[in-house]
């Protein structure tokens, strides 16, 4: 079996591990390239004394504002400047009027939330753009940017306890972070412009909370000129041409973190079938992709029964895929994982795991990442260990549990040919966040649990996991607490050696 599991192992760096440019030579991890322009937040300490200086003033009713640490993050141990406290967001509608030729957008964004604590000012996330103006429930309000921190003191303070309605009105053309070594955000790939924007890059398109500890409902109401499709996240509820342009509605009812959030805009072609348990598919692919299906998505129905079957009814009532061009993987946005059109078509150039579990992986993640969020980006194994796991059961499912001793067999070995980082604290930096030990010893952190409490507990684990935390998020301490309360097992060290420890733990 020597064969296909180097295979395996070389597909694994250019797929799954999207973000290892390096492509799969053990040692070395994806390195982040940031343009002079913009440093990404996790080298970004937000200077922060008192009075502060805006960088940019754009209308005459900007003020300086200070900007008050505490209110300006929420405390991740990684992207400590990502999200902001001080209040909870409970629905975001994002109304872009988009120019894909000039790659423009100009965007009114309302955002309704809560006070958590008595505010005079609130804080929000957005870099590069320009702001227009800014209400505070219907009344102007003075305004501050810092960098990517967008400060807005409203005309009376908002006690403790309140609902707040935010309306920011901006434009320009949206800058690309490169957190992980590519672009991220807004991306203009020429026929298509698309959105990913996993860890930190929401904040490139639309005024956030940008950690994933704040998920709120979305609405999309993108206008593009007439003759282009927009998909997004959630359910197309209207299409309503106008002068030149059509505007696309999308709904997104479930709590989604601004991460998971997306748009995608070209020349595209809807797919759709009935999907089991009444789960409606429809994939989005670029229109010279022709009317077909590609083969790895084929069987995405069987994927749905598998882990709906293995971890809970599926969280939402959509899912599938836009297909765009120029990302190296891809990447779970709620509902409609974005997935890299070259990868996509070189099914056949490399063995396991094949496109085809990169597919399934992506959609297990609906459940482990987008129904139950990391609480922190810390806990990023939580998303990737779990889908990489669910991965290796579509594998078990299709192929035998050969293949699936195999499988772990393969990338145990493979671990085990260089020190890496635990999988439980990879590092605070964005390209470590998805080192492959993220995924590969982080999905074998939950064999090595199978191994330890049995199938029947492992998945009674999983199902309480996804059922208690759905539509919000979980910690690693939480995840521990509760596989130890269904199994009534001491699994401390087992976690501890697996997530937390240089040393590669034995294989169960
Ligand atoms: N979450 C992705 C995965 O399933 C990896 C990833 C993170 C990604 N950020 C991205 C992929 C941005 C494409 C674009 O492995
Ligand atoms: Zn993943």
């Given at each position: 079996m020597t064969g296909p599991r180097r295979v395996s192992?070389?597909?694994?760096?250019?797929?799954?591990?999207?973000?290892?440019?390096?492509?799969?030579?053990p040692p070395s991890t994806a390195t982040s390239t940031s343009p002079p322009?913009?440093?990404?937040?996790?080298?970004?300490?937000?200077a922060l004394p008192t009075t502060t200086t805006p960088t940019s003033t754009t209308t005459p009713t900007t003020t300086t504002l200070p900007i008050d640490p505490a209110l300006a993050g929420l405390g991740d141990p990684y992207?400590?400047?990502l999200g902001n406290s001080g209040y909870d967001v409970v629905a975001y509608i994002v109304a872009l009027t988009v120019d894909p030729d000039e790659n423009t957008i100009e965007g009114l964004a309302l955002i309704s939330g809560w006070a958590t604590q008595d505010l005079e000012t609130l804080n929000f996330d957005l870099l590069g753009l320009t702001v227009d103006s800014i209400e505070?429930?219907?009344?102007?309000?003075?305004?501050t940017r810092d960098g990517a921190e967008l400060v807005v003191r409203p005309r009376w303070h908002i006690p403790v306890g309140t609902a707040f309605h935010v309306e920011v009105a901006y434009h320009g053309t949206p800058e690309n972070l490169y957190t992980i070594g590519f672009p991220l955000g807004w991306v203009d790939a020429g026929d298509i412009t698309y959105v990913v924007a996993e860890p930190d890059a929401a904040r490139t398109w639309f005024p956030a909370n940008d950690h994933p500890a704040d998920k709120a409902h979305f609405t999309f109401h993108i206008t593009v000129p007439a003759g282009l499709t927009v998909a997004a996240n959630g359910t197309l509820v209207e299409v309503v041409p106008g002068?030149?342009?059509?505007?696309?509605?999308?709904?997104?009812p479930e709590q989604t973190a601004t991460y998971l959030a997306t748009v995608v805009i070209g020349n595209l072609i809807r797919l759709e079938r009935p999907g089991p348990g009444g789960v409606l598919l429809r994939d989005y692919l670029p229109a010279d992709m022709g009317n077909e299906l590609p083969a790895p998505l084929v069987r995405v129905p069987e994927m749905l029964e598998l882990y709906a079957g293995l971890f809970g009814p599926y969280p939402f009532t959509e899912y599938g895929h836009a297909v765009v061009p120029g990302m190296p993987g891809a990447l779970e946005n709620q509902t409609l994982t974005a997935f890299g059109r070259e990868i996509l078509e070189d099914q056949g150039a490399f063995g396991r795991p094949t496109v085809e579990e990169i597919v399934a992986h992506e959609l297990a993640h609906q459940w482990f990442g987008d129904s139950v969020?990391?609480?922190t980006w810390q806990d990023i194994w939580l998303n990737?260990?779990?889908?990489?796991?669910?991965?290796?059961?579509?594998?078990?499912?299709?192929?035998?549990r050969e293949a699936y001793d195999a499988t772990i067999a393969g990338n145990y070995e493979f671990l085990a040919g260089a020190p890496h980082p635990p999988p439980g604290d990879p590092g605070p930096d964005g390209s470590q966040m998805f080192h492959y030990s993220v995924y590969l010893r982080g999905g074998l952190t939950l064999h090595a649990l199978r191994v330890e409490v049995g199938d029947d507990t492992l998945f009674a684990i999983l199902r309480s996991w996804a059922e208690r935390h759905a539509y919000g998020n979980g910690s690693t301490p939480e995840f521990i607490a509760l596989a130890e309360e269904i199994s009534g097992a001491d699994l401390t060290a087992l976690f501890d050696a697996w997530l937390y420890q240089a040393q590669l733990p034995a294989l169960p």
């Open positions: 192992l070389v597909a694994l760096g250019l797929l799954l591990l999207t973000a290892c440019s390096a492509g799969g030579s322009t913009t440093s990404p937040a996790t080298t970004t300490t937000l992207f400590p400047t505070v429930d219907g009344v102007a309000a003075a305004f002068d030149g342009v059509t505007r696309f509605t999308w709904e997104m969020s990391p609480a990737e260990g779990f889908a990489t796991f669910a991965q290796w059961l579509w594998v078990e499912h299709d192929l035998g």
